[in-house]
């Protein structure tokens, strides 16, 4: 079975400038809308949502879902996969941010796996996983912009 590509949309939207603006996010699907996120919200600890967590969620939804798929490929029953992901933003020197870790936290009830196997197959399954393959190895950006 062939599948056509996939494209999936995101939006957000900045006011003001960086310190005393801010944004809001949605996702094509309406899974959220209008999500607020500002400077406070991202370097300080305001509630809502940043670009950070937003690539965390999307890295443990989709490697819980390649690490599923793996093991039962390879015939496994799988009850339960939990991903919880950390991402790491530091200061640049010269100024500015950058992203310099992101480290996954697995939990799994997998009747029959003892724990070597378990650990074996979570590092196999992350090299099918389409987001750490983002992460670990970037991408062309195509960027198309227009000043209204």
């Not at 950390?86 to 724990?115: A, S, Y």
Request: a negative charge; aromatic letters at 8%.
């Amino acid at each position: 079975m062939t599948m056509a590509d996939l494209i999936r949309k995101g939006k957000a939207i900045w006011k003001g400038d960086l310190r005393k603006g801010e944004g809001h996010v949605s996702s094509d699907s309406g899974a959220f809308t209008d999500k607020r996120y500002s400077f406070s919200t991202r370097f300080e600890d305001e509630p809502g949502t940043n670009p950070e967590e937003l690539i965390a969620s999307a890295h443990s939804a989709c490697y819980s879902m390649a690490f599923a798929g793996y093991l039962t490929g390879k015939g496994i029953k799988v009850e339960n996969i939990e991903t919880h992901a950390e991402i790491t933003l530091v200061p640049k020197m010269g100024g500015g941010f950058e992203i310099t870790r992101m480290k996954l936290h697995v939990h799994g009830q997998v009747p029959g796996l003892d724990q070597d196997t378990f650990e074996k197959y979570a590092a196999e399954a992350d090299m099918e996983c389409p987001v750490s393959n983002l992460l670990r190895c970037g991408l062309k950006i195509d960027i198309d912009a227009a000043l209204e």
